[in-house]
């Protein structure tokens, strides 16, 4: 199993000053929400006395983390990620990624021997564990199986922890009495959290799975595993693997909790987590010369808002304005850029555009959009040997489908083969198609497009309308950010010269780090397309400008001065104000 390494404790300090410091003295060193904190979670208590202090000084303790706070040089900060778990956010002195330091019941005391004997225990009753079906069931089985191994502790005397007395070495009940395990109060909370975080999580790495902050979770090979932060951006747990059987043992056990097993015949499994998650896990030193790793790539519930990306600089509400008018007339729509650009985030946000009373069919080989429709088809691609019957079902194979199914906007999760033809085959008969594509700009794409093995023809570019560029990026402050580079109009192809012509509408300043709308009065889509077909006349096809600026400077004070920033709050404002004809 993985360790918990405390880089505070590694400097050989061993015990910390405050260690045999009595508790009233310590909670007086705190700030009240903290004291707050320590009296509902011992635990937290315990951990804060083994840390140093009067070295490091007193962490700060935070309910709800900010942006701001990324800017801390030095980072020494307890944030909640529920009732009884919390993280330490630390950054040792030398520098480097600072550490992330999860804070459960069981980490400030031994379990080895105690968890040992409870496992032997726990299987003599562990057949109703296996009826039942949810987790809610599981937790409930697992609480009654320690019930029956355990006797809590309690001011000298021992009682099952039911609160049931045990007869001494007969019966109870009528059933045999076999040597039960004799626990605190302490060890009995951690037992059970322990052994839930186990059977029912995802063991050692629950934690990170339950806090909404992670962004990615990644284990390169032995050593610590490494996490993608929403504030903190690049962080080195203390959750580090020392051998090789470890690491082996703990993907092994990974991959059968999310029913895909690995081995080395199969070393080799892409899977989604109960919560949408995307894991990819690699196993033995045969394909990984470091050894099984595996990256988790999480999802929050609630999708960014295309004004929090405004919020977060990664848009502009011009640009926003643009899009919600390309979408609402139905034009084809690809998002593009490298992996981890925010390419799928932004597709989330701009499907609020979308009009609600569209039918909209998503295809995807791992679910990763959240689109907020009622009327909303979300299939996934199948690959062979999974499921009941076994048989593979390709993107391609979904895609042939939903022409049939009558969609308003058909969504691909991203294309890479040889469902790029059927999608463009479905926007030539009419169907709007949005989808992610990784190219780094529009010539990129146009290349990989019509090469092997996508294969597009040429001259079916041009249905393709929009090509948003969504890039990683180095801002002016050295910083790092995701940003919308670029918005480009395709306009077509001309066969005797070999040429793709397009528009580049929106343009990211990179030294300004602004946004220009260098398409203004010079846009083939708005002026060409959906002017003539908003019944504009063509000598005041221009006209079409203003209704842009006018759903700019809605989205911004709803943003401002209406305070609206939620993804599903944003849906509903904007379905009344279609609905009014605000919008």
Not at 32 to 58: F, T, W
Not at 404 to 429: D, K, L, S
Not at 520 to 539: C, F, H, M, T, V
Request: glycine share 6%.
């Amino acid at each position: 199993m993985p360790k918990i390494v405390l880089p505070f404790l590694n400097q050989g300090e061993g015990e910390s000053s405050q260690t045999s410091m009595a508790e009233e003295e310590l909670l007086k060193l705190l700030p009240e929400p903290m004291q707050e904190a320590c009296k509902q979670s011992k635990h937290l208590l315990n951990y804060l006395r083994m840390i140093p202090i009067d070295k490091v000084g007193a962490p700060q303790y935070c309910l709800k983390l900010t942006r701001a706070q990324s800017d801390l040089p030095q980072k020494n900060i307890i944030y909640p990620v529920s009732e009884n778990l919390f993280i330490h956010v630390y950054s040792e002195p030398g520098g480097g990624r600072p550490y992330y330091i999860p804070i459960e019941p069981s980490l400030t005391m031994d379990l080895t021997k105690v968890l040992s004997e409870v496992e032997s225990g726990l299987v003599d009753v562990a057949g109703s564990l296996k009826e039942a079906e949810s987790d809610a069931e599981r937790k409930e089985a697992i609480l009654k199986m320690l019930d029956k191994v355990c006797i809590v502790q309690k001011n000298g005397t021992s009682q099952s922890s039911s609160s049931v007395k045990v007869a001494k070495g007969g019966e109870s009940n009528g059933k045999s009495n076999k040597t039960k395990v004799q626990v605190t109060p302490e060890q009995f909370d951690a037992l059970k959290y322990v052994v839930i975080r186990d059977k029912v999580g995802m063991g050692t790495i629950d934690t990170m799975i339950r806090d909404p902050n992670i962004e990615d979770i990644s284990c390169s090979g032995l050593g610590p595993i490494f996490l993608e932060h929403k504030i903190f951006k690049g962080l080195r747990s203390a959750i580090t693997f020392e051998t090789h059987d470890d690491l082996d043992d703990f993907v092994l056990r990974l991959s059968e909790q999310i029913k895909r097993p690995v081995t080395l015949r199969n070393p080799i499994v892409d899977a989604t987590l109960p919560d949408g998650s995307r894991i990819n896990i690699v196993f033995g030193r045969e394909v990984s010369r470091r050894g099984s790793n595996f990256t988790i790539r999480k999802f929050s519930d609630t999708p960014l808002s295309i004004l929090e990306l405004v919020e977060f600089g990664s848009i502009s509400y011009e640009m926003a304005a643009y899009l919600s008018v390309v979408i609402e007339d139905g034009m084809n729509l690809f998002v593009v850029g490298e992996t981890a650009s925010g390419k799928t985030t932004l597709l989330n946000a701009i499907t609020t555009f979308i009009p609600l009373s569209h039918k909209i069919v998503s295809i995807e080989d791992t679910p990763e959009l959240q689109v907020p429709h009622g009327n909303w088809l979300r299939e996934v691609s199948r690959a062979p040997g999974q499921g009941e019957k076994g048989a593979q079902v390709t993107m391609f194979d979904l895609l042939k489908a939903a022409l049939r199914q009558r969609p308003n906007v058909i969504i691909v999760g991203e294309i890479r083969g040889e469902e790029g033809n059927i999608a463009f085959g479905a926007m030539q008969t009419g169907h709007e198609v949005m989808s992610t594509f990784h190219a780094s700009n529009v010539e990129k794409l146009i290349q990989r497009l019509t090469g092997h093995p996508i294969n597009v023809p040429k001259t079916y570019m041009d249905n393709l309308n929009v090509v948003v560029c969504q890039n990683a990026v180095k801002l002016p402050n050295g910083k790092a950010g995701r940003r919308a580079t670029s918005i480009s109009e395709i306009v077509g192809y001309d066969p005797v010269s070999n040429i793709f012509s397009y528009v580049e509408v929106f343009r990211w300043n990179p030294a300004t780090d602004t946004f220009e709308f260098v398409g203004r009065r010079n846009s083939y889509l708005l002026e060409d397309k959906i002017a003539i077909k908003r019944g504009y006349p063509p000598d005041k096809k221009w006209q079409i400008y203003s209704l842009v600026e006018r759903r700019a400077r809605i989205l911004e004070k709803l943003h401002k001065e209406k305070g609206v920033r939620d993804f599903y709050e944003l849906l509903k404002v904007l379905a009344k104000a279609q609905q009014e004809r605000i919008f």
